[in-house]
């Protein structure tokens, strides 16, 4: 295997501020990035959620970068004049557009733009993507996702973790390779190592879309290959 060079601090927030300026969700100009032994510290104001997490998204995408702290401040504009009852109904239109959403089975709250999710699902999937479904929305500064999963069918833990694992080899041998699952009465934990968090994230969606998972607990380090 081809060895890649060592990148020091400098290179990688140079990465990440171009990683920014490519993107185009997040002005570059507004997020100051840090970095500190490939941990990456991220800083500013944005006029979203949706732009904050963009930021962080776009941080993790940099070879390199082990974690990201955001600590990106967000500040509403006054121009966008959405009230909390406002952004309520933004989010059950959103959440009943949504296809893959039992939107009927959630409730929000909406207090100073911040969105708690409450209710219950099969899938932990359609919990993150009840989340998803509402981040982007305008006027929200944060969600808080106290969704439960409530397995419809509840398989043995052996069948859980081989139906991940199934999922995980169809994806990527080698990340199959360096990955423990455990499960216990419908709570998958995932530990082992990957290179990428492009790697992490593949993992965690295999854990996620697997049926009779309630809970899925990511305890993966990124330790890059050097």
Known sequence: MTQRPFRNDEEIQKSVLDELKWD?????????????????????????????????????????????????????????????????QAVRQALEWNVFVP???IHSTVSKGLVTLTGTVDRWAQRDEAQHAVSTLLGVVSVINNIKVLPLEHPAPEKVRETIEQALARRAEQEAKRIIVTVSDGEV?????????QEKLAVVESAVHAPGV?????????????
């Not at 967000?74 to 009230?83: A, C, D, N, Q």
């Not at 934990?189 to 968090?197: A, D, K, M, P």
């Not at 309630?214 to 050097?226: F, K, N, Q, W």
């Open 189 to 197: 934990t995932l530990s082992g190592r990957v290179q990428t968090w």
């Open 214 to 226: 309630s809970v899925v607990r990511d305890r993966l380090t990124i330790e890059p290959e050097i």
């Open 103 to 105: 939107q009927e089975r």
């Open 24 to 88: 185009g969700r997040v002005l570059a100009t507004d997020v100051g990035v840090e970095v500190n032994k490939g941990v990456v510290t991220l800083t500013g104001s944005v006029e979203s959620y949706a732009k904050r997490v963009a930021a962080q998204e776009a941080a993790h995408r940099v070879r390199g970068v082990l974690d990201v702290a955001n600590d990106i401040q967000i500040r509403v504009p006054e121009s966008s004049g959405r009230t909390d009852t406002e952004i309520a």
